[in-house]
């Protein structure tokens, strides 16, 4: 009973081994010149959502290759740019984009630097008008035997 119970596990082992192996990378292939163009724009566009800072172009992970095949084969039915950003915005949400969409819940990606850099100009603003009005108010030396 033992040797069933090795034997059972051990071939438990070797499907999860062989299924965690990968498969070699094929490149795509395209139609023409312009859908290769356009496939690298568009996963130039689009982030990976495993390493997080590559675009799917630049990733190697498994994750970013099974998203640029299935890229292509949206592409292969006539979808278009957008249509496929959607797709992938609905399966993975907005950070798939590297550009996010001007949207309510985007502002403050959008508007948060400006207003900062806008808040630090009228501190920086005040101070300074603070210190030269604390500069005008202070008397002048009036002591005649010190040069200048």
Known sequence: MM?????????LCAGVVQAQMQAPDVPP???DAAEEQRFHALTNELRCVMCQNQSL????AMVARDLRREVLGLMHEGKSDGEIKQFLVQRYGEFVLYQPRMERSTWLLWFGPLALVLIAGIAVWRIIARNAAKARDLPTPTDDNQEW
Not at 3 to 11: G, T, V, Y
């Open 3 to 11: 040797r069933h119970w090795l034997l059972a596990l051990l071939l």
């Open 29 to 31: 292939v395209f139609r």
């Open 57 to 60: 172009a630049d990733s190697n």
